[in-house]
């Protein structure tokens, strides 16, 4: 991590669940735990704290013992309205991203992103592994929150168009690609059983 800069962590469970039968993700039980809190006991130890972005079940996710905290942009406007939601509850310098359907995150996710920010001086590092991006996984400078404000409000929704927007660069996590699987159908979910 950055020396001194505190970094809050946000695990994006705000949508709708529409590959997963309009089930929310991360409730869904994975041996015998929510997926939360698989994504949660991985994620926590990495941040100085943490925050689940969550537009229903608010309930369930607050029993978790984090603060939740829900879009500020209506109509389930995907992972940069939860991005957006953390930035304007959190006064940290840094914000780091997860899904909640992927249980098996790096361990040193933020460690090795911050230290990428860092050394580049950018606003935002992402992971990718092997050919694929995985922009949702990220950590970013608060600074970005006008940016990413005025992005929503002109009908902006993609991760990857907004990062392309930034000064941002993709960390190499090729030696750990097994750890960005993400749950998004009963199908996965039964894989990972």
Not at 98 to 113: A, K, M, N, Q, T
């Amino acid at each position: 991590m950055i020396e001194g800069l505190r970094v809050t962590g946000v695990v994006l469970a705000g949508g709708l669940g529409r590959r997963m039968g309009g089930v929310d993700k991360g409730l869904r039980p994975l041996r015998g735990r929510p997926m939360v809190q698989w994504v949660l006991e991985r994620f926590s130890p990495q941040v100085d704290e943490v925050m689940i972005n969550a537009n229903q079940h608010l309930d369930e996710y607050a029993a978790f013992g984090w603060p939740v905290v829900q879009d500020r942009v209506a109509g389930f406007a995907g992972p940069l309205a939860g991005l957006h939601a953390a930035l304007s509850a959190t006064s940290s310098p840094l914000v780091a991203t997860v899904p909640c359907d992927s249980p098996f995150l790096p361990l040193d996710l933020v460690e090795r992103l911050t230290g990428a920010l860092e050394q580049h001086g950018v606003d935002l590092a992402a992971a990718r592994a092997g050919e694929r991006s995985h922009p949702v996984f990220c950590v970013c400078r608060h600074s970005l929150l006008a940016r990413l404000d005025a992005f929503l409000a002109g009908g902006g929704r993609k991760v990857e168009q907004w990062h392309g927007t930034l000064a941002a660069v993709e960390v190499d996590f090729d030696d750990q690609a097994e750890a960005f699987s993400n749950i998004n159908t009963p199908e996965e979910l039964a894989q990972f059983e």
